[in-house]
């Protein structure tokens, strides 16, 4: 029995067996097996787990938003006691956004991208109430200050792609709100935000539902998350409820194996890349892993040692100089502002800062995917930056340096199968022709990047996450490069295959001695990967220096900042404090 339901009390949510099936080519899956819950009124439930461990597939349930090919096989789902299992489409559409309402996990995708933010937030409100024009602009406004977005007159009238991520997420906030529904279903409201903006939002929602009474639950893969922003979780796996607890119990000493495998698999401010999980990478214990053949098919991972940074030898020489690099768009807009850094041969830099601190921009300066306003870039001692970036793929350089972008999925042609993505540089670059010696090269790079040689001949659609970031890091060894750039090449991946995709990127950097300019917003990652780290803030550098020393003991206001946002699984663990602070 939780803390806010009397013995004997009515839940406000009480989810019993239930199974949910969806119809597909291979015949019935099912997809959530047999899940029991309940949320009391004014609680925060969290419910973790990887990617098809069914925490989605249980919402759209609860919501009945579930698309055509899925359906309740079994069980009931009582709102306030009333069974709602088998609710008409009339019964639904009052009960939508007035009673229970939901945060999707991609804003700006499930906003209407040809409507504005005014009229958006009066659908949701109209949707429930009549209201006419004036009011329902009035309520929109309202709303947008309830949700803290700065300049609420100015946004009215914005659309969602001129808006930042954090501030499509305040407006989802605002229109799941408008009609004070009782129950707030929020589906990984803070995936791809940085560490500040991601504690902002938090920090709203858990303001907005205690003030107004609202129950929520969260739905995460982030542990650091749930232990702090919720007075109960619940951890499932294969579409079942493995463990349930209230969080500092959970996390301080987990029951279930797997539960033990997420947690030990969550960067901490103490762990090495070494630490994460080795138990379950080495068995291939990863749910995701083993769907990809294993989470150590090549045998690298096990080279990972535990012996802290690996640093380059004393003189080792310069291979990237960055000398004061600006980068202007049109309308004046300042992305890089007056930026100098510098990498050695074998050598791991990290670059944090917030959304819009220039960090993406910079990774792409130095590919020579987009030109600098200002400034020079020498790679081995040569200047690129003066060569227009649409004729870098011409330099014999242009293999020396090469990228694995933030979303594989966008980055991957979805045309190519898996052997033509990573044969395509090979091709283009080296000019390899198709025959034995290409062949046995991407199949090199697909068993170095732990992808079974089985999945060559799929198409991106049909691959997991990790197997496509594992494409995307294969293609860009392919061609041997020097320096690696990485743009947050882990932002949406589970814990366990963040954890073997982070001790694949060591042991390749430890064997072929390659740079990496490693792109994150994950500060405990970057600690971890990297040899020295530069804080970014509004396009300039405003701290750097060795990452242990700047971890340990951060000079610039900002970087605390950054830092003090960091979520751990051992840190505040009470929503109570976390709403009291606000």
Same mark, same amino acid.
């Given at each position: 029995?939780?803390?806010?339901? &009397?013995?004997?009390?009515?839940?406000?949510?009480?989810?019993?067996?239930?199974?949910?099936?969806?119809?597909?080519?291979?015949?019935?899956?099912?997809? =959530?097996?047999?899940?029991?819950?309940?949320?009391?009124?004014?609680?925060?439930?969290?419910?973790?787990?990887?990617?098809? &461990?069914? @925490?989605?597939?249980?919402?759209?349930?609860?919501?009945?938003?579930?698309?055509?090919?899925?359906?309740?096989?079994?069980?009931?789902?009582?709102? @306030?006691?009333?069974?709602?299992?088998?609710?008409?489409?009339?019964?639904?559409?009052?009960?939508?956004?007035?009673?229970?309402?939901?945060?999707?996990?991609?804003?700006?995708?499930?906003?209407?991208?040809?409507?504005?933010?005014?009229?958006?937030?009066?659908?949701?409100?109209?949707?429930?109430?009549?209201? &006419?024009?004036?009011?329902?602009?009035?309520?929109?406004?309202?709303?947008? @200050?309830?949700?803290?977005?700065?300049?609420?007159? !100015?946004?009215?009238?914005?659309?969602? *792609?001129?808006?930042?991520?954090?501030?499509?997420?305040?407006?989802?906030?605002?229109?799941?709100?408008?009609?004070?529904?009782?129950?707030?279903?929020?589906?990984?409201?803070?995936?791809?935000?940085?560490?500040?903006?991601? !504690?902002?939002?938090?920090?709203?929602?858990?303001?907005?539902?205690?003030?107004?009474?609202?129950?929520?639950?969260?739905?995460?893969?982030?542990?650091?998350?749930?232990?702090?922003?919720?007075?109960?979780?619940?951890?499932?796996?294969?579409? @079942?409820?493995?463990?349930?607890?209230?969080?500092?119990?959970?996390?301080?000493?987990?029951?279930?194996?797997?539960?033990?495998?997420?947690?030990?698999?969550?960067?901490?401010?103490?762990?090495?890349?070494?630490?994460?999980?080795?138990? &379950?990478?080495?068995?291939?214990?990863?749910?995701?892993?083993?769907?990809?053949?294993?989470?150590?098919?090549?045998?690298?991972?096990?080279?990972?040692?535990?012996?802290?940074?690996?640093?380059?030898?004393?003189?080792? #020489?310069?291979?990237?100089?960055?000398?004061?690099?600006?980068?202007?768009?049109?309308?004046? =807009?300042?992305?890089?502002?007056?930026?100098?850094?510098?990498?050695?041969?074998?050598?791991?830099?990290?670059? =944090?800062?917030?959304?819009?601190?220039?960090?993406?921009?910079?990774?792409?300066?130095?590919?020579?995917?987009?030109?600098?306003?200002?400034?020079?870039?020498?790679?081995?001692?040569? #200047?690129?930056?003066?060569?227009?970036?649409?004729?870098? *793929?011409?330099?014999?350089?242009?293999?020396?340096?090469?990228?694995?972008?933030?979303?594989?999925?966008?980055?991957?042609?979805?045309?190519?199968?898996?052997?033509?993505?990573?044969?395509?540089?090979?091709?283009?670059?080296?000019?390899?022709?198709?025959?034995?010696?290409?062949?046995?090269?991407?199949?090199?790079?697909?068993?170095?990047?732990?992808?079974?040689?089985?999945?060559?001949?799929?198409?991106?659609?049909?691959?997991?996450?990790?197997?496509?970031?594992?494409?995307?890091?294969?293609?860009?060894?392919?061609?041997?490069?020097?320096?690696?750039?990485?743009?947050?090449?882990?932002?949406?991946?589970?814990?366990?295959?963040?954890?073997?995709?982070?001790?694949?990127?060591?042991?390749?950097?430890?064997?072929?001695?390659?740079?990496?300019?490693?792109?994150?917003?994950?500060?405990?990652? =970057?600690?971890?990967?990297?040899?020295?780290?530069?804080?970014?803030?509004?396009?300039?550098?405003?701290?750097?220096?060795?990452?242990?020393?700047?971890?340990?003991?951060?000079?610039?206001?900002?970087?605390?900042?950054?830092?003090?946002?960091?979520?751990?699984?051992?840190?505040?663990?009470?929503?109570?404090?976390?709403?009291?602070?606000?």
């Amino acid at each position: 029995m939780n803390a806010f339901a &009397s013995p004997g009390e009515t839940p406000l949510l009480a989810i019993d067996d239930l199974h949910v099936t969806f119809s597909t080519r291979r015949g019935l899956v099912e997809a =959530v097996c047999g899940v029991s819950l309940q949320v009391a009124a004014g609680e925060t439930l969290g419910i973790v787990g990887e990617s098809g &461990s069914g @925490k989605s597939v249980t919402a759209f349930a609860v919501t009945r938003l579930l698309d055509a090919s899925g359906r309740i096989a079994a069980g009931k789902v009582r709102f @306030k006691g009333q069974d709602i299992t088998s609710a008409s489409s009339k019964q639904l559409r009052s009960l939508h956004g007035a009673a229970i309402s939901m945060i999707f996990q991609n804003p700006r995708g499930a906003l209407n991208p040809i409507r504005t933010v005014a009229l958006q937030i009066a659908d949701a409100v109209g949707a429930h109430e009549r209201i &006419s024009a004036s009011e329902g602009r009035a309520r929109a406004l309202d709303l947008l @200050k309830a949700v803290l977005i700065r300049d609420p007159e !100015k946004r009215l009238d914005a659309y969602p *792609h001129e808006l930042s991520g954090g501030m499509c997420q305040r407006i989802m906030i605002a229109m799941a709100i408008a009609s004070r529904p009782a129950l707030l279903i929020a589906d990984e409201p803070t995936t791809g935000l940085d560490v500040t903006t991601q !504690k902002t939002v938090m920090d709203l929602l858990a303001r907005i539902t205690a003030e107004r009474g609202m129950a929520m639950i969260l739905i995460t893969h982030d542990l650091g998350l749930a232990a702090r922003y919720c007075d109960r979780v619940a951890v499932m796996q294969h579409g @079942k409820v493995v463990e349930e607890a209230e969080p500092r119990s959970l996390f301080r000493a987990p029951r279930h194996d797997y539960t033990k495998r997420l947690v030990a698999a969550s960067p901490t401010a103490t762990s090495k890349i070494a630490d994460l999980a080795p138990s &379950s990478l080495r068995e291939g214990a990863s749910d995701e892993a083993i769907q990809e053949g294993g989470a150590n098919p090549s045998g690298l991972l096990r080279s990972a040692r535990n012996d802290g940074e690996v640093k380059p030898a004393p003189g080792t #020489p310069l291979l990237l100089e960055v000398q004061s690099l600006v980068k202007r768009y049109d309308g004046g =807009v300042v992305a890089v502002n007056d930026v100098s850094f510098a990498i050695r041969q074998g050598e791991s830099l990290g670059l =944090v800062g917030e959304s819009g601190s220039g960090k993406s921009t910079i990774s792409r300066l130095v590919c020579r995917l987009i030109d600098a306003s200002e400034g020079e870039i020498l790679f081995d001692g040569q #200047p690129i930056g003066q060569q227009a970036a649409r004729d870098f *793929h011409k330099s014999p350089l242009r293999k020396d340096i090469q990228i694995v972008f933030q979303d594989p999925t966008d980055s991957l042609n979805p045309r190519f199968n898996a052997f033509d993505c990573i044969a395509h540089p090979l091709r283009r670059l080296l000019a390899m022709k198709d025959g034995a010696a290409l062949s046995e090269r991407v199949r090199e790079c697909a068993a170095r990047a732990g992808l079974p040689a089985e999945l060559l001949e799929r198409f991106p659609h049909q691959l997991s996450g990790g197997q496509k970031a594992r494409v995307g890091i294969a293609r860009a060894i392919a061609c041997r490069p020097r320096l690696l750039v990485l743009d947050e090449p882990t932002a949406a991946l589970d814990v366990s295959v963040q954890a073997v995709i982070l001790q694949l990127l060591d042991s390749l950097r430890r064997e072929d001695g390659m740079a990496l300019l490693f792109v994150s917003h994950d500060l405990n990652v =970057v600690r971890m990967m990297c040899d020295r780290t530069v804080v970014l803030q509004n396009g300039a550098i405003v701290e750097q220096g060795e990452s242990l020393a700047l971890f340990r003991a951060p000079q610039a206001p900002y970087t605390r900042q950054l830092l003090d946002a960091v979520l751990h699984l051992d840190g505040p663990g009470q929503r109570d404090a976390v709403v009291a602070g606000s």
